[in-house]
């Protein structure tokens, strides 16, 4: 996506006038400005620096430039992740531990307790987000403006056509908002393209009297498999169609990115911001995303579904051009962002997540010692239960303690799936009764070797503490669907119907 030539001087200029970012008269660091992009259903294996045939030259470079997450973690699907980012508190204590929040249910990230955006807007920031929201609209309570946002523009649902902006989730409407109105101008019009001009338009429009925490969640690279074609031409080399077309939709959110990152950088602003990039969950192998050389993909309990992408870019950076192995999890944004912008964690429920700017800027230790993936009662149970008296391994589960990993249930498709130019599938036949598995991560990271007949000590201590994160879980929250959620009750569009 080309940025005008006019606005391209408008931007020059401004950063000739402006000059380098100053220290405030107290002589105290200015706040920095924070951009978070997260990418959707972006997989371990599509980022250049992954030894990809995809091309990403923009994120390569920015990564290049920080530090590379390795031991990043996120959740296997949408809505867990974003709401994690947002809250950051695990499933089990939003009630958001199955499934996604689907657009017809009655059902939204909890009001209790505030969000990321609320966090960041109470210590002075101006806080926009553009693209997916995905964390329930039922009621106005619920929008992205009422949960933080100064402003928002992009869609509430979990998936939609790319040009048309229409999402069938049994019932069909648009979804497409600029804050509270619908908007109906933009048929055609490709959304990471839209997007993207979006989210510079709130970098040329910010006011630097305050810090700008700017929120964008593209639509790229999930479902459905859309591109204009001059993105897929230089991929013809590519003969697995769902991974050419893939290949494209990458290659135009990395040109995006890069078109972000320069508006930033033009307008005076970058010189004072932390940029991070993120995946939501891992790639989905049937829109052709890929994982390689990890294990299972998006939805599964397997690294492929939940050990991330993600990286961290800035001038703010101590240690710069590394590679960090320290544990991260999503829900540490929330803490990590919000000591960044010199705020407080009063009112928030008690939090999951911990700060880890040290740990990234400087290299110190990771504060993390385990991390939950997540319990999911609702989850249809499989096998019998074994190593009585202590969690009940038939329940979908996985806890990471350190370099161990276990999980109990039904993890998900168990394949290791290469990129369509390396022939191959690798598959361990297993018991269908089998529902306990455990992992060296950090010797094993690609999960080849089931040690869990080898250590069952180990596997009983992990149990024990699934139990105890168990005892802590609020009630799961999937209710059914409710009719009145139809677009066609409120003029054909997505919306807050209660």
């Known amino acids: ?129 553009v693209g997916k929201w995905h964390l329930g609209f039922y009621k106005k309570e619920c929008l992205p403006t009422s949960r933080g946002f100064d402003s928002y523009y992009g869609y509430l649902t979990g998936s939609e056509n790319y040009y048309t902006h229409h999402c069938c989730d049994r019932y069909c409407g648009f979804d497409l908002r600029d804050n509270l109105t619908k908007v109906t101008d933009q048929m055609g019009h490709y959304s990471t393209h839209l997007f993207a001009r979006k989210a510079i338009d709130v970098v040329k429009n910010h006011d630097e009297k305050k810090p700008l925490f700017l929120y964008v969640a593209l639509q790229s690279v999930h479902a459905p498999l859309q591109v204009p074609e001059e993105y897929i031409r230089p991929y013809h080399f590519i003969k697995n169609k769902h991974r050419r077309i893939y290949a494209g939709m990458t290659a135009c959110m990395d040109e995006a990115i890069g078109n972000i990152t320069d508006a930033l950088k033009m307008r005076g602003l970058w010189n004072n911001t932390v940029f991070i990039f993120s995946t939501d969950n891992g790639g989905q192998i049937l829109d052709g995303g890929n994982n390689w050389p990890l294990r299972g993909w998006k939805g599964s309990l397997w690294e492929g579904g939940l050990h991330g992408v993600g990286f961290v870019s800035s001038n703010l950076l101590k240690q710069k051009g590394v590679t960090s192995k320290a544990l991260i999890h ?29 740990t990234i800027s400087e290299g110190q230790l990771s504060p993390r010692k385990e991390l939950l993936h997540n319990i999911d009662p609702l989850e249809k149970t499989k096998g019998k239960s074994s190593f009585s008296g202590h969690f009940d391994t038939r329940v979908r589960a996985a806890l990471r303690i350190g370099d161990w990993k ?11 799936i290469p990129p369509p130019h390396i022939n191959g599938n690798w598959e361990i036949p297993e018991d269908s009764e089998k529902n306990v598995w455990l992992f060296n991560i950090t010797n094993d990271p690609n999960e080849h070797f089931d040690l869990s007949n080898e250590r069952p000590d180990l596997v009983r201590r992990m149990l024990q503490r699934l139990s105890f994160y168990n005892s802590t879980s609020v009630d799961c929250h999937f209710p059914g669907d409710d009719p009145q959620s139809n677009p066609q009750l409120h003029g054909g569009f997505w919306g807050p119907w209660a």
């Open 406 to 416: 276990i999980i109990t249930g039904n993890p998900g498709n168990s394949s290791w």
């Open 1 to 129: 996506m080309a940025l005008s030539t006019s606005f391209l001087l408008l931007l020059v200029v401004s950063a000739c006038l402006l000059g380098p970012i100053q220290a405030q008269s107290s002589g105290k660091q200015q706040q920095p400005n924070v951009v978070f992009i997260l990418a959707d259903d972006y997989g371990f294996h599509d980022i250049g620096y992954h030894q990809s045939e995809i091309r990403t030259p923009n994120l390569d470079r920015l990564a290049a430039q920080g530090v590379k997450l390795e031991n990043y973690y996120v959740q296997p699907i949408c809505t867990p992740t974003r709401s994690q980012l947002m809250s950051g508190r695990y499933q089990i204590h939003t009630g958001l531990q199955h499934s996604i929040i689907r657009s017809r249910q009655p059902n939204c990230l909890p009001l209790n307790s505030p969000t990321l955006a609320d966090k960041m807007k109470e210590s002075g920031y101006s806080t926009h987000m």
């Open 330 to 358: 999503v829900s540490d944004w929330f803490p990590t962002l919000v000591g960044l912008a010199g705020g407080s964690l009063n009112g928030t429920k008690p939090l999951d997540g911990f700060d880890q700017w040290k």
